[in-house]
DNA sequence: ATGGTCGAGTATCGA
């Protein structure tokens, strides 16, 4: 069979998804549902809240899932799900600087794709120290994606990156001026990532505004559709010349213990 | 009214 471990899949088609979960100690069995109805071939995860040996590797084992984690437990973690081979895993970055203590970055081979789980820092305060090591480390996964990748190869970097793109990707962006997550600085840095040679998927395909990934648990936001695009899935040209399907779906941010992010996921072509 | 609710852990802090 074509697809055994680390084998290239090219020629088969592929579904790539995202979802910040939250604490997947809670939302294990949401999880666990959406993989039997949704059926990604890769599912990169955020905000596991777990250390590497809390991970729950052999129950996605069991539905067919080889996986990666890096996490350190409290906060943070990520982790990348693939039916289609798991190789060349590195935790964090890995550009020569100083070490990534911060589980927020995993990357891994998968069926011939470079994956990227990624979960950005949210930067609280605009001007606040948090802010400036959100910059920066935004810049850093530039770097990291320069001497690690190669934008004419399958990529694709997947997560929350804590930055709505556009005034259409906030429910209501008079509301938000001024404030984390739509700042010039912040667009700019996802801009420049995106220089590297990638693209977002969804709008690829979708082009209205008011496509939400995260909804606010207060004040029932969701129910009132007061949300941001703040997850993405950026993929690079030979992944972007074939992508058929982009979804973000509502239904899983619906229901018993739901995450306030949806999953997202890209269908590519064979 | 400028909050609200979650999940970490068990008093608050972070989102």
């Not at 592929?14 to 809670?26: E, G």
């Not at 320069?146 to 990529?155: L, M, Y």
């Not at 990934?213 to 899935?233: C, E, K, P, S």
Request: hydrophobic share 40%.
């Amino acid at each position: 069979m074509a697809c055994m471990h680390g084998e290239s899949r090219v020629g088969a088609a592929m579904r790539i998804a995202t979802w910040n979960v939250n604490s997947l100690k809670v939302r294990m069995p949401r999880v666990e549902e959406w993989l039997g109805y949704a059926r990604p071939d890769i599912l990169c995860l955020q905000e596991t809240k777990l250390a590497d040996a809390a991970f729950p590797a052999l129950a996605f084992e069991a539905l067919g899932y080889q996986t990666a984690h890096h996490g350190r437990g409290q906060w943070n973690g990520v982790a990348i799900l693939s039916r289609v081979g798991i190789d060349e895993v590195v935790d964090g970055f890995c550009e020569g600087l100083e070490a990534d203590t911060d589980t927020r970055l995993i990357s891994a081979t998968c069926g011939g794709v470079r994956v990227s789980s990624v979960y950005v820092p949210n930067g609280r305060a605009v001007g606040s120290d948090h802010y400036h090591y959100k910059l920066s480390w935004l810049e850093r996964l530039r770097r990291h994606l320069d001497h690690t990748a190669d934008p004419a190869s399958p990529v694709a970097v997947c997560g929350d990156f804590n930055v709505a793109p556009e005034d259409r990707d906030v429910w209501d962006h008079r509301r938000f001026a001024g404030s984390t997550h739509v700042t010039q600085p912040e667009r700019d840095a996802v801009e420049h990532l995106k220089a590297w040679g990638l693209v977002d998927a969804l709008r690829l395909r979708h082009q209205e505004d008011r496509l939400f990934t995260y909804w606010d648990y207060r004040a029932g936001d969701f129910h009132t559709h007061r949300g941001m695009r703040i997850d993405l899935i950026l993929v690079s040209k030979p992944l972007a010349d074939k992508v058929e399907f982009v979804l973000i779906d509502r239904f899983a941010r619906k229901g018993k213990l739901p995450s306030d992010h949806a999953p997202m996921l890209v269908d590519v072509a064979g």
